[in-house]
């Protein structure tokens, strides 16, 4: 889905312009950063969505680009860094959060793709308990006081909560299933205005949400294989990549606990 938004848009402006003998793989994510550009995430020029896409003979190519408005590259980066990269999230300070669910890693960088922090350990999978160890990670949210939220879901079913300097607070969710309270695939993790955690649990179709300590609160029934994203005015967007679908879900039927 994600791809042919960028395809659209390349043929209306002369958008995601690539460096000579580049080819766009399977695009993982699209966002924009505070300064007003376009930040995209392939997968080294490879299709698929895990395994080691950006590995082997690919381990040289840059996943990581930023455009201008206009569609110009300004940077691209990444080659040797990740594995099969998922999400990208951009933070206020214009830094970038990625998820690589073929690592079991997420990385913070620079815009300059320096990297700053990294949880997760490479190649090393980690089960629901683990407080330092993910099993395929493909989500990052932030707090505004920079703490940090990592959708772990493919293999795992939670939220892990790491403090702003990476140190961990605790699980949401944990324990695989669909009760009121579990999860089965989370793909997706943000936050509203009151600090509570909206978790796109896929494999049941819903959204769960959870209070800031990690108290089960309400679902939502959607289909939320795809991203989520929260308004300023709390309006939350959910989309789902197998039904092409993007659901709207307003302020005021939130709970308010």
Known sequence: MARRLLEQADRALPVGQLP???????????????????????R??????????????????????????????LRNFGAGVFVSPH???????????LADNGSHQVFKMAPDGKVL???????VAGDNTSRDLFNQPNH???????????????????????????QFVRIIGGVKGSQPGQLQ??????????????????DNQRV????????????????SRGGIAVAADDTVY???????????????RLATK
């Open 20 to 42: 000579p003998g580049r080819k766009w793989g399977s695009t993982a994510s699209i966002t924009t950063a505070p300064d007003g550009t376009i930040w995209v995430v392939d």
């Open 44 to 73: 080294c020029g490879n299709s698929g969505a895990g395994g080691t896409t950006c590995g082997g003979a690919s381990a040289t190519v840059h996943p990581v680009f930023q455009f201008e408005p206009s569609g110009k590259l």
């Open 87 to 97: 999400k990208l999230t951009v933070d206020a300070g214009g830094n970038l959060w």
């Open 117 to 123: 922090m990294t949880l997760g350990k490479k190649g």
């Open 140 to 166: 990052v949210a932030l707090a505004p006081n920079g703490d940090i939220y990592v959708s772990d879901g493919y293999v795992n079913a939670r939220v892990v909560h790491f403090s702003k300097a990476g």
């Open 185 to 202: 695939l989370p793909h997706g993790v943000a936050l509203d205005s009151k600090g509570r955690i909206l978790v796109n649990d896929s």
């Open 208 to 223: 769960s949400v959870f209070d800031k300590e990690g108290s089960f609160v309400e679902a939502w029934p959607y289909p």
């Open 238 to 252: 959910i989309s789902d990549v197998n039904v092409d679908v993007l659901n709207q879900w307003l302020r005021r």
